[in-house]
Every structure is written in C-alpha cells, then in structure tokens.
C-alpha cells in the first residue's frame, strides 16, 4: 500500500470511483485533502519505524529564506551522516515517497517539494562539531581542487581559501549559501572569461534513488553526462560532496565608479569599454537617484508623503550607476594588501547598511512613495562607502557584501547572450528603464532597488541559463553572457504585474533564458516559453538522465519540474492535490494534479 498516494488513500476510506480532477467540486477537494493530512502521522512512523531511531521524522512546514514561497504537510527529516541519507532515501522508496532537499532556502521559485512528501535538510550534512569538512587536492598535472560538501557555505570556503592561498575564480557574493544549493539549479557569480560555479565541478557524488552513493567525475564519464550531473535542479539524487577547480591565490584590485545612465547606456561604446576592461564587472542601476526631491508642505492625495517627487521631470537616463569592477594586477606592493583586521571593520559597516535596509523594508513597501527618496538616499551612502580603490585577495572581493541576506528581497533573473555589439543588452536595459518611468508616471514602484547586471562567459551544462551564450552552432551564442535581474524589497506592490511585463519584453530578445531559482511562475507563458527555448537542451539532459538510471520512478521531482521533465514523470495512477505550495499566500495553480505521487 502507497501511503503517499491520495488515490490510494481514497480507496483505504472505501471511495470506490475515482473523480477525475477536474470533475471534483469543492466539498470533495476539502475531504481528499483532510484524508490526506489525516494519514501524514501514519506515514512518518512508517518511514521512522523502517530507518530507526535517526534520522528523526516530523511533520511541519517549510518556508523559503525569502518568505515568497510556503510548503506545508511536508515530511521533514535532517540527517547528518551519510548513513543517515542512504537509509532514508530507501524508505522513501519502500513507501512511495517523493523528496527533494533545501538547505538555507535561498531559492525563490518552488524547487521544493509538493506537500505529503519529504523536504531533507541538507545544512547538516557531514559537519562534525558544526564543522565543513573541505579538502584541498592537487593534481598530479599541477592543477588543485576542493572538495566540498553539499552543507559547505561560501563562508566556509572563503575561511579556507585565505588560509590555504587558493580562490575560486568566481562565486555568488552570498557567504551564507550552501554548494548543493548553488551547482544544482547552475547557480553564477561575475567574471568576464569566467563560467557558472557548475561549470568548474569536475566530480559530484550523489546518492540515487536506490540508496546508492554514485560518482560522477571528468576521469570516468563522458562529457555529455557530466554536462547533465553538474547542473541536474536536484533531478540525479542527493548531493553529497564535489571537487572544484580553484587557483593559486590572485590579489586582486578592487574599486568602485560611480557615474549616470546616460554615460554607459547611452554613449556609444561605452557599456563594451567598461565590460571589456575588467576581470569582472557588475553594473547597479539605481532608479530615481538622479531625481529632484523636495520637501512638500502641502498634502496630496496621490502623494500622501511629506517629500515632493515630479515623475514628469524625471528620467531614467539622469540616475546614477554604480560600477563594481575587479581587475587582476600583474603585480601588487605586498604592503598594500588589506589584512584581516580590515575586514572586521567592514564587515560592521556593511552590516549597519543591510540592517538600514531591513528596518526600511515595511514602511518602503506600506508607503511606496517613499521609494524615490529611499533609493537616492542609498545610492548617496555607496558613492561614499566606496570610494577607496582596495587590494585585496580575489576571494575577498567576490564577497564584498558578507550580509546581503540579511535584507530579503524579490528577484527576477533572466541570462542573455552577449552580442559583440552588445544591442541586445543595451535593448533588454532599455526596457527597464522605460518600464520604471511608466509605473513612476502613475506614481507606483515596483522597482524599488536595483537592476543589476553580470557579466560572464558562457556554460557547458545543458540546463545552465548560461548556455545563452555557447558559442556552439547550435545555440548561436557570442562565448559572453549577461545576467540582468532586478530586485525590491519583499511585499512590494505591483511587482508581479511589473515583472511580467518586463519579463514579455526580454523574451522577445533571442535565446534569453530564465534563472531557474529566480522568481518566474507567474510570467505569462513561461512554461512554453521554457521548452521552447530550452527545449533541445532538455532533451539532452534527459538522455543522459535515463542514461545514468539514477531516479528511474522521479522519486526526485516535484510537480513543477515534472512540467518540464515529462519523460522523467511519475509512473501510475496520479492522484489529486487541492492545495499546493503557496507564493506570496496565493496558492500554486499549477499544483492541481498531484502532490502525493505513486512512483
């Protein structure tokens, strides 16, 4: 008997048809649902009772780092061994059970898994006395490697970096975020010549849906399967550790320019001049910094603010842009380098700015007129806060903002090529700016921090967003990818409606592609859009997927990605779901079919 299967479960409170979805009203959507929660406690014992006394088994609900995203009825389990893993993935199994890993949450679409299965906590996974465990390894060709666990953060690796003189040469600026989390969905940082983080693990080991520990690496597989494996969205098993290519340590030169829209986007040559200068180069768009605002003595109603703000006189190219470049120096004063007692008091002051951000969060997103200021307030506070040109080691200048995390935020991403003319980007910018202008005219905004751009070179990985820009014919891309997202404060208003058509705007570029674990469900036609463009490359995936015979039953998947991976979906009779995990409280209309799910 599946204890997972609501059809199941109807037959057990002898229901003896079957209604098909969309036949159900609403009374017996609500019963299916009770009788489902109602047999959880039983399930969990079952699978408590097959893998002993550890692992412990609950029931609860998992909310996202962001706070968009809410899975309830879900089976939690946190193992910490190994072991631990294998046992639990093999009662998943016995018992029928879908299960997918979180560790911090940080991904904004539902990657996560459907209610009435299992959500496994990885940020325990092999850290004796709350330890990462990492090892250096070096090649017999000379060339050096970590190897990380899947619970190992950038904060961890950046510790060991500095002590062992060695960085990666590129990776998020989040120091908080865990590497099963970043190389599953393909995951980025910046650098000009640099790809996704996926794109330097040169071997993984997962555990399978049979329990099984199974090594994928360069040594031993094929190209094609180890383009699948280093960014599979969690669909060939559980991560348990990786290897990744580092370099000797790089001192790098750090600095800041901060300048208007008008110079970069709209002078000509100017955005490839700055891009092509650089070892990496990050580019902030602060909308209504460059605005007049006075203070206003007199109330009006559709400013009901006490700071005057004409949208009529303002324009996108007036804003000021804040540059983050890094270069490589081919020599450095060993002198000049900061040292550590450097960074602690950085860390203080990066710490008050995230915390200024956070405390503005609720009356930023209540009195969105507010936003003007806000934002040139703090495009002020960086002119000043970076000023000063820094060397530095390469590891320390990828994470120049330690507490990001600390100020939740909205965030859509989308990847494109780079043209060599670089009218694709400058289009894809073009309509954000003429966006924002057209919600300030009706005094909305929806964008309340930043657009931020990336560049990058490409990736390798058929599910990466960064096969944009593959040079190969048959994605036609430049070797160059440009990663645009834009960001605002949690419980913004407008944001969805505000994305969306931005979003209807950027797929009309070429090859654009989603960022898996940014925020897209709700654009208009996203689904057909995804297989549209990534279809071919799906496709390849899932060749190498079957190939590998690492989850035969899609014990891994969760019904969104099911919508994408059908070849890869569930065998037998499905059964109904009439909740789904909700985005900002609205429920997942997508989920309407199955969450429980016989494999």
């Not at 951000?357 to 609720?362: K, N, P, R, V």
């Not at 834009?486 to 994305?499: A, I, K, R």
């Amino acid at each position: 008997m599946c204890f997972s299967c609501l059809d199941c479960l109807n037959r057990r409170a002898n229901v003896k048809t079957r209604v098909a979805p969309k036949q159900l009203n609403n009374l017996q959507r609500f019963e299916n649902q009770k009788l489902a929660m109602s047999n959880l406690p039983e399930l969990r014992d079952k699978l408590q009772a097959e893998v002993g006394a550890t692992p412990v088994f609950t029931i609860g609900t998992f909310t996202n780092w962001c706070g968009n995203i809410q899975c309830v009825n879900l089976i939690l389990v946190s193992p910490t061994t190994l072991d631990e893993i294998q046992r639990t993935v093999r009662a998943a199994k016995k018992y029928q059970v879908r299960l997918r890993c979180a560790g911090e949450g940080h991904s904004w679409s539902d990657l996560f898994p459907d209610q009435c299965n299992i959500l496994m906590y990885s940020k325990n996974f092999n850290r004796p006395n709350g330890k990462a465990q990492i090892q250096l390894i070096k090649k017999a060709d000379g060339t050096k490697e970590v190897c990380v666990n899947s619970s190992c953060t950038t904060e961890d690796l950046l510790d060991f970096e500095i002590k062992n003189k060695v960085n990666m040469v590129t990776n998020v600026i989040l120091t908080d975020a865990m590497f099963g989390g970043l190389v599953a969905p393909g995951c980025h940082g910046v650098g000009l010549n640099c790809g996704t983080i996926s794109d330097y693990v040169t071997q993984m080991r997962m555990v399978d849906s049979n329990g099984l520990l199974r090594t994928y690496s360069n040594d031993t597989d094929s190209s094609d399967m180890m383009k699948a494996a280093i960014c599979n969205i969690g669909m060939f098993g559980i991560i348990w550790d990786m290897n990744i290519k580092v370099e000797d340590e790089m001192i790098a030169e750090s600095s800041s320019v901060f300048t208007s829209v008008n110079d970069v986007f709209f002078t000509a040559g100017k955005l490839k001049e700055i891009v092509n200068s650089n070892y990496s180069t990050e580019i902030f768009w602060w909308p209504f910094s460059g605005a007049q605002i006075l203070l206003d003595k007199t109330a009006q109603p559709e400013k009901p603010d006490m700071f005057q703000f004409d949208p009529t006189k303002w324009e996108p190219k007036q804003d000021g842009v804040w540059i983050k470049q890094v270069r490589i120096p081919e020599h450095v004063d060993p002198d000049k380098i900061k040292r550590k007692s450097y960074y602690k008091f950085l860390d203080v002051e990066r710490w008050f700015q995230e915390i200024f951000g956070e405390i503005l969060e609720d009356p930023l997103t209540k009195y969105p007129s507010l936003t003007p200021l806000f934002d040139k307030t703090c495009y002020e506070w960086l002119k000043v806060s970076n000023s000063e040109v820094s060397y530095q080691q390469l590891a320390y200048a990828i994470h120049y903002l330690p507490y990001v995390s600390m100020a939740k935020m909205y965030d859509m991403e989308f990847c494109f090529t780079a043209k060599p003319d670089f009218s694709n980007i400058l289009q894809a910018a073009q309509s954000c700016f003429n966006l924002v202008k057209k919600y300030a005219l009706k005094y909305q905004y929806p964008l309340n921090t930043v657009m931020e751009m990336r560049w990058l070179k490409y990736s390798d990985a058929y599910l990466s967003p960064a096969m944009a820009g593959n040079p190969n014919p048959s994605e036609g891309g430049s070797g160059h990818t440009v990663y645009i997202e834009v960001l605002s404060m949690n419980h913004t208003p407008n944001w969805q409606q505000f994305c969306n058509e931005l979003a209807q705007e950027w797929m009309t570029i070429p090859g654009a592609r989603i960022h898996w674990a940014k925020q897209w469900e709700f654009i208009d036609g996203v689904q057909d859009y995804i297989k549209q463009v990534n279809g071919p490359n799906i496709k390849k995936f899932m060749t190498q997927l079957i190939k590998a015979n690492a989850d035969p039953t899609g014990m891994f998947l969760n019904k969104k990605l099911e919508n994408f991976f059908p070849r890869h979906s569930v065998k037998g009779t499905q059964a109904i779901n009439t909740q789904g995990n909700t985005h900002d409280g609205k429920k997942d209309v997508d989920r309407a079919s199955c969450t429980c799910n016989v494999l």
